[in-house]
Antibody
Framework: QLQLQESGPGLVEPSETLSLTCSVS??????????WGWVRQPPGRGLEWIGT???????YYNPSLKSRVTISVDASKNQFSLNLNSVTAADTAFYYC???????????????WGQGTLVTVSS | DIVMTQSPDSLAVSLGGRATINCKSS????????????LAWYQQKPGQPPKLLIY???TRESGVPDRFSGSGSGTDFTLTISSLQAEDVAVYYC?????????FGQGTKLEIK
């Protein structure tokens, strides 16, 4: 059964870089040919798509964050990662990793989600 | 960018009653070449990640009870819960995946009356 698990610091100082990893278990990122994404949710608020990556490394970012975001994949560790630089308090949110439902398809829903991790931006 | 707008923001329904949540997109999410609406519905309970309920506007995800149904096409969509159960209390979101950036509605909070 496929499972996703986010990990990373829960507290990041303003102007620093937020770095999170999503570990995939129950399937291989490199052989499964799915797209994988990041979505965030400020506490008590709605969902915002951050970006999506293919196992090959092709990336798609939300223009509202594109200048600050990098998503990468490490197939050898069966992980993909999120880096968001120059963070402010507005980046405080639950960060979720998720899988796009259909094989090798960017344009589809997210069917498997991690439990999420809260990242607080504060000094 | 496509803007998704849900209504109402909150809704209280009696147990066993029907709940209807609407979602409107700022442009059509119907892809004419395959006649599919690129629209999903999610359920989110407190402290949990979103759970996919419906994709292609009306296809239930495996394991989702059949009291959940999705309808609509183009720019106007509806999620219906035919007989509300206590465990359906949650926030519901629609999402378009027709084009990037993917976008979600603001959410509809469903409670028991």
């Amino acid at each position: 059964q496929l499972q996703l698990q986010e990990s990373g610091p829960g507290l990041v100082e303003p102007s620093e870089t937020l770095s999170l990893t999503c570990s995939v278990s129950g399937d291989s990122i490199s052989s499964s040919r799915y797209y994988w994404g990041w979505v965030r949710q400020p506490p008590g608020r709605g969902l915002e798509w951050i970006g999506t990556i293919f196992y090959s490394g092709n990336t798609y970012y939300n223009p509202s964050l594109k200048s600050r975001v990098t998503i990468s994949v490490d197939a050898s560790k069966n992980q993909f990662s999120l880096n968001l630089n120059s963070v402010t308090a507005a980046d405080t949110a639950f960060y979720y990793c998720a899988r796009v439902r259909e094989l090798a398809t960017l344009y589809d829903a997210f069917d498997i989600w991690g439990q999420g991790t809260l990242v607080t931006v504060s000094s | 960018d496509i803007v998704m707008t849900q209504s109402p923001d909150s809704l209280a329904v009696s147990l066993g009653g029907r709940a209807t949540i609407n979602c409107k997109s700022s442009q059509s999410v119907l892809y004419n070449s395959n006649n599919k609406n690129y629209l999903a519905w999610y359920q989110q309970k407190p402290g949990q990640p979103p759970k996919l309920l419906i994709y292609w506007a009306s296809t239930r995800e495996s394991g989702v009870p059949d009291r959940f149904s999705g309808s609509g096409s183009g720019t106007d969509f509806t999620l219906t819960i035919s007989s509300l159960q206590a465990e359906d209390v949650a926030v519901y979101y629609c999402q378009q995946y027709y084009s990037t950036p993917y976008s979600f509605g603001q959410g509809t909070k469903l409670e028991i009356k």
